[in-house]
């Protein structure tokens, strides 16, 4: 018997992808992905609402899909549920002085995550610098979203 998350069958087809990699460790200097992701992590146990930097060209929008990248993994899905402008970023996000153009997306929660084995295998991109949209692999990511049959259960 195969189980579905219910939220990954609500993607549209339509909806674009961005990707952002998150380290396995904190850098020791300078602005830190991992730094800013566990601090949402924290604000989602407080009960707070998730947010993130957009890529440079502030294209993403509400039912857009941010793919977070952790190495060896795998990758959570989060649904863009709203869109800032620059000006809302996070006081915390004052040392990431290179993105202070880019627009804040808030995320929910994640609806599921892809193993790292299933990214791969859908041509999910094995190395992620930076936030990027997809473009190449967006087809089979979305369809193996919105199959989630890495979810199942026998």
Known sequence: MTTFTESSHL???????????????????????????????????????????????????????LLVWHHGVGVSCHKITGVKLPSERLSTWSGNVGQTDRNVIEIGSAFTTIPWHIWLEVGGPPRCMGTNSIKAARDGIISIIRADYFNSSS
Not at 29 to 44: I, K, T
């Open 11 to 65: 993607v549209p087809e339509m909806s674009s992808l961005l990707i952002t990699p998150i380290r396995k460790t904190y850098k020791a200097h300078g602005p830190c992905a991992r730094r800013d992701w566990d601090e949402q992590m924290d604000r989602e146990s407080e009960g707070k609402q998730l947010m993130w930097d957009d890529s440079r060209f502030n294209k993403s929008k509400v039912g857009d899909i």
